[in-house]
């Protein structure tokens, strides 16, 4: 798919813009909620002082691949679920474009919707799904410390379940990069900002999508050290 081509590309850019920003960071942990093939991790292998990679992917076939390609590497440690704001069952929608697989209602009044899925050939009434396992950051890394650990949550629209499912462990993170959607094609997208300034954190980077259809925002925990501004 061209499409999927072209968002390869970008996003490899994209990643690596973050990345370079990073370097500098105060931390040597990293989470990636929402791995998909592995572009983002791809990036942050560059970043030497990292000693444990948690990556989170719930597409079954996507999982495999990244099994095979990142198998090597034993400071990257593979989950095949999603996280959530419980952990339960849940249905997870697979697009034509897997990276916008989604657990997240749809607004089918969205415009922007009706235009991405036209773009990407995606069929919202005949579109595939199925069930898989949610899990959530506080029952997870209940006896593992979170502390100089970096969170990079990509999840199309379900960004603020997963923040949800860390409340008790929110305090420990000590950087948190979420997506932020500038569209309406999702009901669940939640408060992310409120949640996090709430807990402490300020925003400290945007990195803006070469497409400009939405952007990266990288939040700091009060008080942590070593931020280039």
Request: with cysteine.
């Amino acid at each position: 798919m061209f499409i999927d081509t072209f968002f390869t590309i970008i996003s490899k850019f994209h990643h690596n813009r973050i990345s370079l920003y990073s370097k500098n960071l105060d931390f040597n942990n990293l989470i990636d909620i929402g791995t998909h093939r592995g572009e983002f991790i791809e990036s942050f292998l560059k970043i030497k002082k990292i000693k444990r990679f948690y990556c989170f992917e719930p597409q079954k076939k996507i999982y495999d691949k990244l099994n095979k390609k990142f198998k090597r590497f034993n400071k990257i440690k593979l989950y095949n679920y999603a996280l959530g704001d419980i952990c339960s069952n849940r249905k997870i929608k697979i697009n034509n474009l897997t990276s916008t697989s989604t657990l997240s209602k749809f607004n089918h009044n969205s415009k922007y919707l009706k235009l991405k899925n036209f773009l990407t050939g995606n069929d919202l009434r005949n579109q595939k799904s199925y069930i898989i396992k949610q899990k959530t950051i506080d029952r997870l890394f209940e006896k593992v410390s979170l502390k100089k650990t970096f969170m990079k949550i990509d999840v199309e629209g379900y960004e603020y379940k997963v923040l949800v499912g860390a409340k008790k462990k929110i305090n420990q993170l000590t950087y948190v990069l979420v997506e932020n959607q500038f569209f309406n094609h999702y009901k669940y997208y939640g408060n992310v900002k409120k949640f996090l300034l709430q807990n402490g954190f300020e925003v400290v980077k945007n990195f803006y999508f070469p497409t400009f259809h939405y952007k990266d925002v990288l939040y700091k925990k009060k008080g942590s050290k070593n931020c280039p501004f």
